[in-house]
């Protein structure tokens, strides 16, 4: 299992405590110290909706002024691979799943 994210952030760290109580291993991708490229998001979107993916609720999104854009899906997916921050988190996958987010009923009926 591999989690991508970063530390500081809630989801994250919510999801970190999930996987260390439930003694389940993992390796973790922080973004700010290995960014993700765009092949892996590619990857992530063959599974997961670009919505789902991108978090257009992000302070990044909003410093970035991105909404003023209108980007449309291709715009979206390029803007996750220049700035991961922009990418909801954690990014999960296990067992060939992408699994984004932190959703304690969908962890229970996945993990255990």
Not at 23 to 35: A, G, I, Q, R, S
Not at 82 to 88: G, H, M, R, T, Y
């Amino acid at each position: 299992m591999t989690i991508y994210g970063i530390k500081n952030c809630d989801s994250v760290k919510k999801a970190l405590k999930y996987m260390k109580n439930a003694e389940l291993e993992y390796d973790f991708v922080d973004f700010k110290v290995t960014p993700v490229g765009e092949g892996e998001i590619l990857n992530w979107l063959k599974q997961q909706s670009i919505d789902t993916l991108f978090n257009a609720r992000s302070t990044t999104y909003r410093t970035l002024k991105l909404k003023e854009l209108g980007l449309n899906d291709n715009e979206k997916a390029n803007w996750l691979a220049k700035e991961n921050l922009l990418i909801k988190r954690p990014v999960i996958e296990y067992n060939g799943k992408v699994i984004v987010g932190f959703n304690q009923d969908l962890y229970d009926t996945v993990f255990k």
